[in-house]
């Protein structure tokens, strides 16, 4: 005898309790087994009242109350699968994701463990494309375009077309994965700065001296140790966040872009190696900075430091060898904006 909590039992009393004409309405339409079961995203099936389809709830494990299905879709924490990578050591899921990053744990994030076996596969000469793992669910162009979207509308829809910001809207799309950056790379620079600062000279002049202290010369070494290694691992994992901030981005804006193309009836004055260039030079461009804008954070912080520490240890002769810090950035930006030009000349050339 069947069971009445099988979902297929729960299914079927659902679908006959179904008018005719209610099945024919709009978002009311009567599902087969078949997608009844494997339906993956339940959130995207809704009633004209705009709640989850019985059936889906059924199968998703939510209750069948319309009040308690509200309160179960609040209760829904964005960042919930984001917040797993916490975890130190995670254990391997029984149904691993597409791309091993997904499943990796804070110490296998932060020191790129998770890419072991196909660095070794690699290494035996075994490494084909078939063997190269799918792109992660949460890279993937389309759901980083239909949210990028979104936020842009609601950029253009508060201060009007001519006043939108493209900053604006990436700061909003990465807001925080760059503040978890920021805090990662605010540590990876205290720890450069009090290992040379601190650490090597203490441990410099504890060489030199005749006395013997055995607690002070591991404690400094000990010291060193860890200072290098936060500075080391907490570095990778400011870029491992960085590039993968930056790969959403280029793929929401891309796709943006390809999608405003495809929808225009003519280029009028456009020609179709702008719209390459658009999509492939700008797209770089647009990756750099996004990957590379963390560390301008963490700069002023390095320099400010140093600064203090140099201005304490020689006085004010420091003010010279700083000053050629600070008058280097123009310079940059002088070679920047020349890059620029004759990059644009030379896509003018074709």
């Known amino acids: ?62 209750p069948l109350d319309m009040t308690e299905c509200r309160d179960y879709r609040k209760k829904e ?23 091993p990053l997904d499943d990796a744990g804070l110490l296998s994030f932060m020191t790129f463990s998770w890419l072991t076996p196909l660095i070794k596969m690699a290494y035996k000469g075994k490494l084909t494309l078939e063997n190269v793992w799918h792109h992660s669910s949460h890279d993937r162009a389309e759901p980083n375009y239909k949210r990028f979207e979104r936020l842009w509308k609601e950029e253009v829809e508060r201060v009007g077309m001519k006043k939108a910001s493209l900053p604006r809207t990436i700061w909003r799309f ?29 441990l410099l002049i504890y060489a030199e001296s005749r006395e013997v202290n055995w607690p002070l010369g591991v404690g400094l070494v000990v010291a060193m ?34 999608t405003k ?17 658009l999509c492939a030079n700008d797209g770089q461009r647009l990756f750099d900075a996004t990957s590379f804008f ?20 020689i006085g004010p002769a420091a003010l010279l060898g700083c000053s050629m810090f600070i008058l280097f950035y123009p310079f940059q930006a002088g070679i920047s904006r020349l890059t620029s030009r004759l990059r644009r000349r030379a896509c003018n050339c074709y």
Not at 81 to 88: G, L, M, Y
Not at 227 to 256: D, Q
């Open 261 to 277: 193309i495809t929808r225009l009836r003519s280029l009028k004055d456009k020609t179709v190696g702008e719209l390459t260039n």
């Open 174 to 202: 990465t807001r925080t994965r760059i503040l978890m950056s920021y805090l990662t790379i605010m540590i990876c620079m205290i720890g450069a700065f009090l290992g040379p600062a601190f650490v090597i000279r203490n």
């Open 77 to 99: 924490w964005k960042y919930k699968e984001s917040a797993k990578t916490f975890i130190p050591i995670r254990s391997k899921p029984k149904q691993p994701s597409v791309n």
């Open 1 to 62: 005898m069947a069971d009445k909590n099988d979902p297929e039992v729960k299914y079927r009393q659902i679908r006959n309790k179904r008018l005719p004409e209610e099945r024919n309405q709009r978002g009311m339409r009567t599902l087969s087994y078949h997608e009844a079961v494997n339906l993956n995203h339940f959130d995207t099936y809704y009633d004209e009242n705009g709640l989850v389809d019985p059936v889906s709830r059924i199968e998703g494990g939510m």
């Open 294 to 313: 963390i560390l301008m954070c963490g700069a002023p912080l390095i320099f400010v430091l140093g600064f203090c520490y140099t201005f304490y240890l």
């Open 225 to 258: 140790f860890v200072t290098e290694m936060s500075r080391s691992v907490f570095f990778a994992a400011t870029w491992s966040i960085s590039y993968r901030s930056a790969t959403r981005v280029v793929g929401a804006v891309l796709t943006l872009i390809f």
